[in-house]
């Protein structure tokens, strides 16, 4: 276990300590509150408006078309070959994201991608729409990508613990398949659902590569607002940055501690 504990040290415990003093200190290191009364500042407060927009966004459509699919090779009756191919892609594209992940998606569906070349063959002007690639439903569009195998992933194993017996003892009670989903698995999924639905806001919201190599920093994000004051860019404030940080730990310290309760309540039923 010694490994794991100075691995953790190093890598959790030391940075989360810099981080938490960093945003009480100015640059001679001297205490001061300024950094957390900038926080409210209207420019830092849009790009929390803005990050949390994007994250809920992609949580909720992540989330819908993630649950469909788990659904569909579960419970959903479709063939067993497509369920091996669609969870191994979704375990390849929950990891992909980053630099490579923007780039992929210039390459398909940027001004010059190969997939809006292809649909003005057909005279449909991808980009004449209003639609652009680096923009909010751009990027959302973009963390769709990795957001909702995801929820694959984390909604297959609580589909399939769903008992047969449970249906079968709604049925032979007279209930209809509606009300089966409306009284009886909904109700178990929902902690689950959440759950995930959390765990899909907490990736988009720390997510900092696939934006910044996507927008190139014109969307303005928390993540890239803490980038720009880090390496010092337009009279960056590391400090600040720091208080950005902190102010993004406590959102996901939330986001983490709402996962952890519901999963303790699916847990229950899996069991």
């Known amino acids: 276990m ?103 998606f210039i390459a398909t569906v940027g001004r010059t991608g190969f997939l809006t070349a292809l649909l003005k063959t057909v005279n449909i002007d991808l980009y004449g729409t209003g639609f652009t690639l680096y923009s909010f439903w751009g990027l959302t569009l973009t963390y769709l990508y990795f957001e909702f195998p995801l929820m694959v992933l984390v909604m297959t194993p609580a589909l399939t613990g769903l008992r047969h017996e449970w249906r079968e003892a709604c049925e032979n009670l007279g209930a209809s398949p509606w009300q089966y989903w409306r009284y009886v698995a909904l109700p178990i999924l929902w902690p689950s659902l959440l759950g995930a639905m959390i765990l899909l806001f907490g990736s988009a919201f720390g997510a900092y590569a696939t934006a910044q190599a996507l927008t190139g920093g014109s969307l303005l994000l928390v993540t890239i607002l803490i980038g720009q004051q880090i390496r010092g860019d337009v009279l960056g404030n590391a400090n600040l940055g720091y208080a950005l940080a902190l102010g993004m730990v406590v959102i996901m310290a939330l986001c983490l501690t709402g996962y952890t309760v519901l999963y303790q309540r699916t847990t229950r039923w899996l069991k």
């Open 2 to 104: 010694v490994p794991f504990f100075v691995f953790i040290a190093f890598f959790l415990l030391l940075p989360a300590t810099v981080l938490l003093t960093g945003s009480f200190q100015d640059g001679e290191g001297q205490f001061t509150l300024a950094n957390l009364a900038s926080l409210f500042d209207p420019y830092i407060l849009k790009a929390y408006s803005i990050s949390l927009q994007v994250s809920i966004t992609t949580s909720l459509l992540g989330g819908l078309l993630g649950f469909l699919v788990a659904y569909a090779i579960t419970v959903g009756g479709a063939p067993g070959w497509m369920r091996g191919i669609l969870t191994t892609f979704s375990g390849l594209a929950a990891n992909f994201g980053g630099v490579p992940l923007a780039f992929a």
